[in-house]
């Protein structure tokens, strides 16, 4: 491939590259100073707001919120549960006379970013700062040992801190996690409790910098929109003017045309596009992250593959992340979270690129009120699943439950990435505990009935139904069913009560399915659950509203949504059991009874027959 010089013209000109540039260049004293791209200088500013008698007048604020915000760590609650720390004596602890030293030197001539240290409460903080930049070999390990062996130290605590930008975990035990998330909370907190009583310039200060820490951090989804855009549409031009300043990208095998060519060029064109980037490299930088971001890309394909309705997945930048479709139905057991949080669901499955170059997927349990997620909790223990004590602990928000990890040979692959989403999600580890979750729910005896829109197919090509067990099925209400077809992905069918019900309402506009209005299926859901569900399909517009009317007027539940004009597909009833063995020809067959014959569901077919005139 041959990059043209041209392209850098045309991206010139491109109006979306002019918005994302105008944005990145607004004034902020600290960009001024180009503080954003040096760790050395967002240590000075932490370094500032730990010290107590700093002239910003927080006091000991900024270190007690950044202690008491690492013991409410997740990632933290195991370091917790195996050290002898009383996070509340901290939090009550006075630190006036903490002393910050910056840049502290080691006895093997390594840096430590920040040591602060309470001779008051006998503690010492060691903050290594990973704003951009990974840990070095041995690093930390170092920094540990060097703290603990000074004699100044004998007696104290010492709690050594992992700080990253993007949540990554620490190589050594004994660090405990934070991230600039955490960072940005706290200031934010402190400004709005204290606006009208800080200093005008510090007050100041501090907004600009939460300003830089949120456009590393917050994704906006217009500034996504943008930079995609972009990028699509003047890739030639971005990666010629990234590539070259990142040499670490040499080893990409996508790139081996463009250093050719960059390596060809004289030193005048190599020293205007050295210009150009400097001038503009964080909209640049900002583009080609996004755009180039394959992570994010390799989790949109996988998203599509698997047919997920887009309100269950967020295809973020950094931890893309989703819950399965029928997670939903969990919430009346789970219940909802109590702070904003992620999907707004109790569970959530994301993925991240690890400090180790590996891909992880994770499953958490959220911040729901204490009375579901205590009782969920010990049922997810039932199950087999490992649950730390202190996450049973009241005011505990986030348990990780499970997490797994792959290796990527090639970051800058898109199918190879893609691959390892997939090797996570359907791996023997992750499918046992999506099933143990739907087992933990099922023993707290949720009815699962739900009214929602569909008009999908089940999603789950992995797995299938036995078909004699369906065969069992029909032969056994053959005098109900009018017709019926299994395939190893759905096993669908219709009653004979469903085709009167035509001679008022009408067929399907569409080609859907068995092509009748209304259809029966049953589906294997990827925690090993059967599920029967019960869906109106595609009428014309009036009568359509007009059936779902009389259903409502019989007590059936019906989402407002459901009676658009432009709505289609409406789930009338679901219910889904867990199977202990799908080799059991005759459980799965038991299984289909049962739920064909459960009660709510012969509720609703009674009312159906009702509405036959």
């Known amino acids: ?5 041209e392209s850098i013209a045309h991206l010139d000109h491109s109006k979306a590259y002019a918005q994302l540039n105008s944005k990145f260049n607004s004034f902020n004293p600290f960009k001024v100073l180009r503080i954003e791209q040096f760790e050395i200088r967002h240590s000075n500013v932490l370094a500032w707001l730990l010290d107590p008698s700093e002239n910003h007048n927080l006091g000991d604020f900024f270190v007690k919120k950044v202690l008491s915000r690492i013991f409410i760590r997740a990632e933290n609650e195991e370091r917790l549960q195996d050290q002898t720390i009383n996070n509340l004596n901290f939090h009550f602890a006075s630190y006036a006379d903490l002393e910050v030293f ?11 970013d920040l040591v602060a240290k309470s ?38 605590t010492i709690i050594p801190i992992f700080l990253t930008l993007n949540n990554v975990a620490p190589s050594h035990d004994e660090y405990w996690i934070l991230d600039y998330s955490d960072l940005l909370d706290i200031l934010q907190i402190y400004l709005s409790l204290n606006q009208e009583s800080i200093a005008d310039r510090v007050y100041d200060f501090i907004t600009f910098y939460i300003s830089i820490i949120k456009e590393e951090l917050v994704e906006d989804e217009k500034d996504i929109a943008l930079a995609l855009n972009v990028y699509q549409s003047n890739q030639e031009a971005i990666d010629l003017l990234y ?5 670490e990208l040499r080893k990409h095998h996508r790139y081996n045309d463009l250093f050719k060519q960059v390596d060809s060029f004289d030193d005048s064109t190599k020293s205007s596009l050295h210009r150009i980037y400097q001038k503009q490299k964080q909209a640049i930088d900002y583009v080609y992250r996004i755009g180039s971001n394959v992570l994010r890309q390799a989790f949109l394909s996988f998203a599509i593959k698997e047919e997920f309705p887009e309100e269950v997945y967020q295809a973020d930048s950094r931890l893309p992340y989703f819950i399965l479709p029928d997670w939903v139905e969990f919430t009346e057991t789970i219940g909802e979270p109590t702070i904003p949080y992620w999907l707004g669901h109790g569970l959530v499955i994301w993925y991240e690129r690890t400090w180790d170059e590996r891909l992880k997927l994770t499953i958490e349990v959220g911040p729901t009120l204490y009375e579901k997620r205590l009782p969920f909790l010990n049922a997810l223990e039932q199950q087999g699943i490992r649950i730390r004590p202190t996450a049973k602990i009241e005011g505990k928000k986030f348990t990780r439950i ?21 090797e996570l999600y359907h791996s023997d580890e992750t499918r046992k505990i999506l099933k143990s979750i739907a087992l933990a729910v099922e023993s707290l ?9 569909i008009g999908r197919e089940p999603s789950n090509k992995s797995s299938f139904i036995p078909s004699k067990a369906f065969d069992q099925f029909v032969e056994h209400h053959n005098d109900q069913i009018l017709k ?22 009408g067929k399907p506009l569409e080609n859907w399915w068995l092509n009748h209005m209304l259809m029966f299926w049953f589906e294997r859901l990827n925690d090993d659950r059967l599920k029967l569900t019960l869906e109106l399909g595609p009428l014309e517009s009036e009568k359509r509203i007009a059936f779902l009317e009389q259903l409502e007027a019989k007590g059936i539940n019906v989402a407002s949504r459901s009676k658009l004009p432009s709505a289609k597909y409406t789930r009338l009833y679901s219910i889904a059991k867990v199977v202990n063995n799908w080799n059991d020809i005759n459980e799965i067959y038991n299984l289909m009874d049962h739920l064909y014959n459960h009660e709510k569901n012969q509720l609703v077919m009674r009312i159906l027959d009702e509405l036959v005139i």
């Not at 951009?132 to 062996?149: T, V």
């Not at 590539?243 to 040499?247: L, R, S």
């Not at 992905?489 to 008022?504: A, G, I, N, Y």
Request: some cysteine; overall charge negative.
């Open 1 to 5: 491939m041959t990059y043209s010089l």
């Open 243 to 247: 590539a070259p300043h990142h040499e």
């Open 484 to 505: 019926y077809r299994y395939t190893r992905r759905h096993c669908t069918f219709v009653l004979h009560s469903f085709e009167k019900l035509e001679d008022t309402y």
């Open 402 to 422: 499970h997490s797994q990890t792959v290796e990527i040979a090639d970051w800058a692959s898109k199918e190879q990435v893609l691959q390892g989403i997939d």
């Open 445 to 453: 005896q949720l009815d699962i009935q739900e009214t929602t829109e």
């Open 119 to 156: 001779d008051d409460q006998k503690t010492v903080l060691i903050i290594e700062n990973k704003f951009h930049a990974g840990e070095s070999a041995g690093q930390l390990e170092d920094y540990f040992q060097f703290i603990r062996s000074k004699e100044e130290y004998e007696g104290y």
């Open 102 to 112: 910056r840049e502290v030197r080691t006895t093997t001539g390594r840096y430590i």
